[in-house]
């Protein structure tokens, strides 16, 4: 098992950046697809980034794509989230999440492990 823990976030500005991080312990954090979600108050979880285990083939969503940057160093077991160009729609719950399977996914089922989340929030 792989246990996850987020960190970074919090109350920011409309166009102001953020970066979330997602710490690892457990198991071998190389053999985990690593992937962002997340939830806003009355809307279903949404799929925000999904990095490969090395790191090679991330993904995002189309919310956050070319807004955010998703990157992950196994040495330290961590994952980050560069979001910038923050919107009010943001807002959100952020989780971390993790799974074993091959190939980067984009969907909520795929995942096996899945952090507490962290609010963000973004004010006009």
């Known amino acids: 098992q792989v246990q996850l823990l987020e960190s970074g976030g919090g109350l920011v500005q409309a166009g102001d950046s953020l970066r979330l991080s997602c710490a690892a312990s457990?198991?071998?954090?190389?053999?985990?697809?690593m992937g962002w979600f997340r939830q806003a108050p009355g809307k279903e979880r949404e799929f925000v980034a999904a990095?490969?285990?090395?790191?090679?083939?991330?993904v995002y969503g189309d919310s956050v794509k070319g807004r955010s940057i998703i990157s992950r160093e196994n040495a330290k077991n961590t994952v980050n989230l560069q979001m910038n160009s923050l919107k009010p729609e943001d807002t959100a719950v952020y989780y971390c999440?993790?799974?074993?399977?091959?190939?980067?996914?984009?969907?909520?089922?795929?995942?096996?492990?899945w952090g507490p989340g962290i609010q963000v929030t973004v004010s006009s």
């Open positions: 999440a993790a799974n074993t399977a091959i190939g980067v996914w984009t969907t909520q089922s795929a995942y096996d492990y």
């Open positions: 457990g198991r071998i954090f190389g053999a985990y697809t």
């Open positions: 990095i490969s285990k090395d790191g090679g083939r991330p």
